[in-house]
């Protein structure tokens, strides 16, 4: 076995050393890294190891490499686009159709929406009242309209309490408008979201997990009906890997 064929192995060790060191050095998106030297010196590996261990830390977007020479590994604060595109390359391989993304944000949605009703603050209310906002203000406007509807779903993940709900929310909501694949949303079922995500405020303003938890359902629920009514064909695609949402 030659070195190189060893390298996938030996960095990945030195980049799970590294999220461990994170961690235990407490430091913060927007933070740099020790410099390459330091890090040489630290995990004991060779130049090309290292490299390679921090791309790999980049491509999960754990990290940015910062060019120049004040530059370096940036920490950064990952989002869910990396969860997304692997949860649609392992939906292809199983050729798993659009309908597997519906299933489980039905499962999911509603239970979430009962935790945050217990957990959310106030400022995350306000966050969810300025996308009512935004959805209203934009409603000819489907583009901002669904980014506004996203914002909503997301905020009320991310209160959950629970990171892991937060991560798989958003890394469902991007697949599950549907534009990617065909889904519209014409202007009297955007206004009957608006009025939905209405009511959700609503109950959750209220601290009433059990009303929350019916409200998201019929939201959902809503949601499914239509796409099976207008869209029938397109619940049984399977979503290509290159789709651009990723």
């Not at 530059?71 to 595109?85: E, F, I, N, Q, T």
């Not at 958003?170 to 955007?190: E, F, W």
């Not at 959750?204 to 099976?228: F, G, N, V, W």
Request: hydrophobic share 40%; aromatic share 6%.
């Amino acid at each position: 076995m030659t070195a190189d064929s060893r390298r996938p192995k030996a960095a990945m060790l030195v980049a799970q050393r590294i999220v461990r060191d994170i961690g235990r050095d407490t430091l913060a998106p927007g933070d740099l890294l020790p410099p390459e030297r330091t890090m040489l010196e630290k995990y004991n590996v060779g130049r090309g190891t290292l490299r390679e261990a921090l791309r790999l830390l980049e491509f999960q977007g754990v990290i940015a490499l910062k060019p120049g020479p004040r530059g370096g590994p940036v920490l950064l604060d990952p989002d869910a686009s990396h969860l997304a595109s692997t949860v649609v390359l392992l939906m292809q391989l199983k050729k798993a159709p659009f309908q597997t993304i519906v299933e489980v944000r039905n499962a999911l949605e509603p239970m979430i929406s009962c935790l945050a009703a217990e957990r959310i603050t106030d400022d995350a209310l306000g966050e969810l009242d300025d996308t009512i906002g935004q959805m209203r203000t934009h409603l000819d406007d489907q583009t901002v309209f669904l980014e506004a509807n996203k914002r909503f779903h997301d905020v009320i993940a991310w209160s959950s309490g629970n990171p892991l709900f937060g991560y798989i929310v958003d890394s469902l909501l991007g697949i599950m408008d549907g534009t990617v694949i065909g889904i519209d949303y014409p202007a009297p079922r955007r206004a009957a979201i608006i009025t939905a995500h209405e009511e959700i405020l609503a109950a959750l303003s209220k601290r009433d997990p059990a009303e929350s938890e019916l409200r998201m359902r019929e939201h959902i629920d809503a949601y499914t009906r239509y796409a099976r009514r207008k869209y029938p064909d397109v619940l049984t695609q399977v979503i290509p890997w290159t789709s651009p949402y990723q």
